[in-house]
């Protein structure tokens, strides 16, 4: 008897899933991130017998905007779909007559009555949609509930300090890879997987990666205040450090961090402020008017001196000698030095990178290469020394500095004293110079 139940079911529920299937889902609440598709089945429809977990081939599952949909198959994802419309299931292990070659899905119906035979009547398969919300789930909120350290850097002032800073805001991710997601967080899930079972490890996983990235910016020197307007960089920080864990591990992308308040500790803050003031002292000018500042509002304090002006001026002057002889005037002119120097020392070394190699300056200033200025005509200025015979450098002891000949004696040398060309032989020079026509007499004599 058991057998023939078992035959007679097995024949039932292979017709009854002969009916093609239709998944739908409506729109995702904001805190559901993974649903179980369902067949939608109306008031007139006929296909109200087949099992729940068996999709026949053939099949059509609807995909919103927003949505991403998987088919599982005895626990393996087959099928994976993200572009919205209709999509039809035409590969599935499950026949249909409604699909396909009728002769060749009739032997295949008969063939799995055969296998749920086996299985007692059961279908011995299981096959189930999913549907992923891949909008981006927003307002999640954070807070440091212990000081982050972060590094406040300066060179323009010599500042490079450690604070204490907190901060908070709202943060936004979305599910960038569904399978990755399917596979290490929700898997096999009987109807739906929320937020609220996932928000605590990701707000606690979020806030450990705010150090590292908060490092980031404190390395474009950034100040705390400034912080808020760098989200983008923070969250391409952020993401950079959560990439592991996130990105690799669980499919999940930072959208957006939109901080609502960077605060630090008030001696922190004070601090900073102090190390900006002095930095302000080292400009001569900024001194000056400091102390003109100072020196304007202790006069005024004198003048009201309740034992008398001549007391508060007495003591206004023990005050300057005090000060060890600092006036404003020195150090209104010390800056007005350093602002007229400031161009010269920039434009120096600019000027020698571009000055060509072998080059020499004229007397009226002008840079020239060749031997004639072509703006004066002037000659290029004679080199003072003797000529070496062996290999032509120019020396001033009495041997070679470059190949060690020893300086010749007796015979005079001879450079033309008008535009100072030298013979390739300095001691037998030709009677006319051939660069400016000058007649070689003694004093072309080196």
Not at 13 to 21: G, I, N, P
Not at 66 to 86: L, R, S, T, Y
Not at 391 to 416: D, E, T
Request: charged share 20%.
């Amino acid at each position: 008897m058991g057998l023939i139940s078992a035959v007679i079911n097995s024949a039932g529920s292979v017709m009854a899933d002969q009916w093609k299937e239709f998944f739908y889902c409506d729109s995702l609440a904001k805190d559901v991130l993974v649903v179980k598709g369902q067949k939608r089945i109306g008031p007139n429809s006929s296909n109200t017998k087949g099992a729940d977990n068996i999709i026949s081939n053939g099949s059509g599952i609807a995909v919103n905007e927003g949505q991403c949909m998987i088919i599982v198959e005895q626990g393996k994802v087959v099928e994976i779909c993200a572009e919205p419309g209709q999509f039809t299931w035409d590969s599935s292990s499950e026949p249909s007559i409604f699909c396909g070659s009728l002769g060749k899905n009739i032997i295949n119906t008969f063939k799995t009555i055969g296998k749920r035979i086996s299985y007692g009547g059961d279908t011995g398969k299981d096959q189930r949609v999913y549907y992923f919300n891949t909008k981006e789930l927003i307002d999640n909120k954070f807070g440091t509930a212990n000081p982050v350290p972060f590094r406040v850097v300066d060179s323009k002032i010599g500042l490079d300090i450690d604070v204490s800073l907190r901060c908070s805001g709202v943060f936004s991710y979305r599910i960038a890879d569904p399978i990755l997601f399917y596979a290490n967080v929700c898997g096999n899930v009987t109807s739906a997987y929320t937020r609220s079972e996932i928000d605590s490890q990701l707000k606690t996983e979020f806030i450990s990666a705010l150090q590292p990235a908060l490092g980031k910016l404190s390395a474009l020197e950034l100040r705390p205040n400034q912080i808020v307007a760098h989200t983008t960089e923070l969250e391409n920080a952020i993401n950079e450090a959560l990439s592991a864990k996130w990105a690799e591990l669980r499919g999940l992308t930072v959208v957006s961090v939109a901080l609502g308040s960077v605060t630090l500790p008030d001696e922190d803050a004070d601090m900073i402020k102090q190390a900006q003031r002095t930095a302000i002292m080292k400009d001569p000018t900024m001194a000056a008017a400091t102390l003109v500042g100072a020196q304007a509002d202790a006069m005024k304090a004198a003048a009201s001196n309740s034992a008398g002006a001549m007391t508060g001026f007495m003591g206004l002057g023990f005050a300057q000698n005090a000060g060890g002889g600092m006036n404003a005037q020195n150090l209104f002119a010390m800056g007005q030095q350093n602002q007229q120097q400031a161009p010269q020392a920039q434009a120096a070394p600019q000027a020698a990178a571009a000055a060509p190699a072998g080059s020499w300056t004229c007397k009226c200033g002008a840079t020239v290469t060749g031997k004639f200025c072509p703006e004066c005509g002037s000659p290029k200025p004679a080199e003072d020394g003797w000529t070496c015979p062996t290999c032509g450098s120019i020396n001033k002891g009495k041997f070679c500095q470059n190949c060690g000949a020893k300086k010749p004696a007796g015979a005079p040398l001879y450079r033309c004293d008008k535009c100072g060309w030298e013979p390739e032989d300095p001691y037998n020079p030709p009677k006319f110079c051939p660069e400016c026509g000058d007649v070689f007499d003694d004093n072309d004599i080196k």
